[in-house]
C-alpha cells in the first residue's frame, strides 16, 4: 500500500540543539500530520498542514516548533531548541483528503 | 480529560477466541471512527474504521460495532490469531474540520496465545 517515509528513524541530540524530522508523504497527499507518542501513552495531535498552511496546532505544539514543506519535497517538523520533554517518537502521516491517514514508521527523538 | 478512552490497556485471548476491545468518547461531534493496529517498531495502520451514520462495520475477522446514543463502539475480532497480536488504537475525528485531525485513545495491547 501506499507509504509514508520517515528520516531519521532514530536521532539522539543534547537538549538545546536543533533537530529537523523529515517526511515524504504519499506522493499525490494534499493533508500532512505530525502526531508525538511518548512510550507507552497514546498519540497526541500536534500539527495539520494542507496547501502550504498549518491548519490546526494543538497545545503540544510549543513556539519552538515549526512545520513546513518547501517546494513539495519533504514535509519536515523543526524544533529548536530541544528540551528534555520532547523525547518522543513523532509520526508523520498523509491523507488524499479528509479521509484515512497513512502513518509513517516514527521518528524516534532522544534528548540527553 | 480524555475525550477518547479505551477501557483496558491489555487483554489476553487463546488463539481461536473472539477478542473485544472497548472504546467510548465524549464528543457528540465526533462521526469518523477508525481502530488502527500498530506492531512494535512500526506505524499505526488503518485496520477498519466507521461513520456515526452506521451501527456495525464487518470486514472478515474484524467487526465494528457502534452505539451512538451511548458513545461507546468495540472492535471484535473473531478467531483470533497470535499475529493478530499488536496495539489497538481507537480514534475519533469530526469530518470536515481541519482535515481529519484525528483523536486516539491510550490503546490496548493484544495478546493472542497460541
Known amino acids: 500500500g501506499p507509504k509514508v517515509l520517515q528520516i531519521p528513524s532514530h536521532q539522539i541530540i543534547d537538549m538545546g540543539q536543533m533537530v529537523t524530522l523529515n517526511c515524504d508523504p504519499v506522493s499525490n497527499h494534499l493533508y500532512f500530520y505530525w502526531y508525538k507518542q511518548i512510550l507507552g501513552q497514546q498519540m497526541e495531535f500536534l500539527v495539520n498542514f494542507y496547501n502550504g498552511k498549518v491548519m490546526e496546532k494543538s497545545k503540544l505544539f510549543k513556539d519552538q516548533f515549526s512545520v513546513e514543506r518547501p517546494d513539495g519535497s519533504y514535509f519536515t517538523l523543526k524544533i529548536q531548541p530541544t528540551a528534555l520533554e520532547d523525547s518522543a517518537v513523532y509520526f508523520c502521516?498523509?491523507?488524499?483528503?479528509?479521509?484515512?491517514?497513512?502513518f509513517g514508521e516514527g521518528s524516534k527523538l532522544t534528548v540527553l | 480529560q480524555q475525550q477518547v478512552r479505551q477501557s483496558s490497556q491489555s487483554l489476553t485471548v487463546w488463539e481461536g477466541e473472539t477478542a473485544i476491545l472497548n472504546c467510548s468518547y465524549e464528543n457528540s461531534a465526533f462521526d469518523y471512527f477508525p481502530w488502527y493496529q500498530q506492531f512494535p517498531g512500526e506505524g499505526p495502520a488503518l485496520l477498519i474504521a466507521?461513520?456515526?451514520?452506521?451501527d456495525k462495520k464487518e470486514d472478515g475477522r474484524f467487526t465494528i460495532f457502534f452505539n451512538k446514543r451511548e458513545k461507546n463502539l468495540s472492535l471484535h475480532i473473531k478467531d483470533s490469531q497470535p499475529g493478530d497480536s499488536a496495539t489497538y488504537f481507537c480514534?475519533?475525528?469530526?469530518?470536515?474540520?481541519?482535515?481529519?485531525?484525528?483523536?486516539f485513545g491510550i490503546g490496548t495491547l493484544l495478546s493472542v496465545k497460541p
Open positions: 466507521i461513520r456515526s451514520v452506521s
Open positions: 480514534a475519533a475525528s469530526v469530518s470536515g474540520s481541519s482535515g481529519n485531525k484525528l483523536i
Open positions: 502521516a498523509s491523507s488524499l483528503d479528509t479521509g484515512q491517514l497513512y
